[in-house]
């Protein structure tokens, strides 16, 4: 996801880095999926946002710049109820690590 929150809420410049290299060719957005969808002549059945990493692996690349904090950190800040309630607030704004969409063939 283009909108990630590391990239546009915290603009952290060390996942900047890291995420925009040769192998993540493609990052998109709600916006561009949907651009991309017509452009296809494809309808968007649906866009979902995922947040696979966890607070403490935000909070990690904010304090250390690099990945890993749900591994150092996780134990103490990522309870099921943090957790659940951090993806639904990045959701929410569409800032999430993962973007699902699933395209159909207009008939």
Same mark, same amino acid.
């Given at each position: 996801n283009a /909108?990630?929150? =590391? =990239? +546009? !809420? @915290?603009?952290? #410049?060390? &996942?900047?880095? &890291?995420? @925009?290299w040769s192998c993540h060719l &493609? =990052?998109? +957005?709600?916006h561009t999926l949907k651009i991309l969808a017509k452009q296809c002549g =494809? /309808?968007?059945d649906f866009i979902k946002y995922i947040q696979r990493y966890p607070l403490s /692996?935000? #909070?990690?690349?904010?304090? /250390?710049?690099?990945?890993?904090g749900?591994?150092?950190w996780g134990s103490f800040i990522d309870s099921t109820e943090l957790t659940n309630a951090y993806e639904a607030q990045l959701s929410s704004i569409g800032a999430t690590d +993962? !973007?699902?969409?699933? &395209?159909? !063939?207009?008939?």
């Amino acid at each position: 996801n283009a /909108n990630d929150a =590391l =990239l +546009t !809420i @915290y603009k952290n #410049l060390p &996942f900047s880095e &890291f995420t @925009y290299w040769s192998c993540h060719l &493609f =990052l998109y +957005t709600e916006h561009t999926l949907k651009i991309l969808a017509k452009q296809c002549g =494809l /309808n968007v059945d649906f866009i979902k946002y995922i947040q696979r990493y966890p607070l403490s /692996n935000h #909070l990690y690349w904010l304090s /250390n710049g690099k990945p890993g904090g749900d591994k150092e950190w996780g134990s103490f800040i990522d309870s099921t109820e943090l957790t659940n309630a951090y993806e639904a607030q990045l959701s929410s704004i569409g800032a999430t690590d +993962t !973007i699902i969409c699933q &395209f159909s !063939i207009i008939k």
